[in-house]
């Protein structure tokens, strides 16, 4: 018993005495939860407008809260652990409910099974992740890539056929079940792949780049204010057609690795 309230007391003192750095991306991670369980009941509802918004929203508050956490050196366990479950909700859950009832909900037996195949991909991506970070460091060539499409991106990937719909509804076939069937599929598919994909985390601009990424976001932004489907679309076309040139990059960068480095292999 004397135990207990011990580590009772302990307990106590480490809540008490937790650093606010070590709290606010943890804030964050809960908007982006907040964010996707919200894009569920405006699924629901079908507002398929707010509902997308709110998905799109949680990628934002999800990109934010890495950025903030190692501003901040506020890296922690539990926040590791908060983020894959709100990953998990906003970006495997609510795109797959929002699929459901958009477009699978009329397909006799096999709409829901669709659904579930995404939810259970992201589940299973984000429980590799997880155990990755505790396995060896990865050879240099892995620096600027992802193992498989990273959550946020798959769930933009599933909402292709709405953001298309948005911009030119008279593309009906988006709404097939054919066609949202077989994305959800492909999506699913690389998420729990070991295919590479581009990493900006470690991404270095030089001077002479930072002018043309600055023109570059000033041009993105004016037209996601002007054009918002049409830009998240193009957007999420670049990045799917970026997919397999990040292979090529890859196998490039890792037989040059092998050859430099031939005992490490």
Sequence with gaps: MKKINKQLRISKQKLKALPFRKIAPNIVTMLALCSGVTSIRYSIQEDWTKAVICIFLAALFDWFDGRVARFLQGSTKFGAELDSLSDFVSFGVAPAILLYQWSLYDLPKYGWFFCLLMAIGMSMRLARFNTML??????????????????PAAAALALMPLLISFDTPELTFVRSHAFCGTLLCVVSFLMVSRIPTFSTKHLRVTKEGLFLLMIAIALFVSSL???PWFTLGFATFLYALSIPYGIVVFLRERKKYREENPEEE
């Design 225 to 227: 204010i002007t054009q």
């Design 134 to 151: 505790d396995d060896e460091p990865q050879p240099e060539y892995w620096t600027h890539f992802f193992v498989g499409v990273p959550a």
